[in-house]
Nanobody, 122 residues
Framework: QVQLVESGGGSVQAGGSLRLSCAAS?????????MGWFRQAPGKEREGVAV???????RYADSVKGRFTISRDNAKNTLYLQMNSLKTEDTAMYYC???????????????WGQGTQVTVSS
């Protein structure tokens, strides 16, 4: 089992920045697989935001390319998401996921955190 705890969410004005963190514990060897960030807005399906594999290869949703950066520190068992130039449409609950593949499909990941809320106001 892997436990994932997200932090760093909050409220920010459009154009601002936030940095999300996800601390992994438990069977942390599994984080050698891909990890990712997903989000879900009210009334919408969960969607992939960014994923990163054990080698540092990344994949981003078109809507966040050039604004968001995913990174990981395997020594600290921590995943990050730097979010810049935030837009109101980025408002959602953001989830960390682990033990997956380099895919933006939520079904590709086995373990999930509880989420952290990001609210962007105009």
């Amino acid at each position: 089992q892997v436990q994932l705890v997200e932090s760093g969410g909050g409220s920010v004005q459009a154009g601002g920045s936030l940095r999300l963190s996800c601390a992994a514990s438990g069977y942390t060897s599994s984080i050698r697989f891909a990890m990712g960030w997903f989000r879900q807005a009210p009334g919408k399906e969960r969607e992939g935001v960014a994923v990163i594999d054990a080698f540092g290869n990344t994949r981003y949703a078109d809507s966040v390319k050039g604004r968001f950066t995913i990174s990981r520190d395997n020594a600290k068992n921590t995943l990050y998401l730097q979010m810049n130039s935030l837009k109101t449409e980025d408002t959602a609950m953001y989830y960390c996921a682990a033990f997956g593949s380099l895919s933006l499909a939520p079904g590709s990941f086995r373990y999930w955190g509880q989420g952290t809320q990001v609210t962007v106001s105009s």
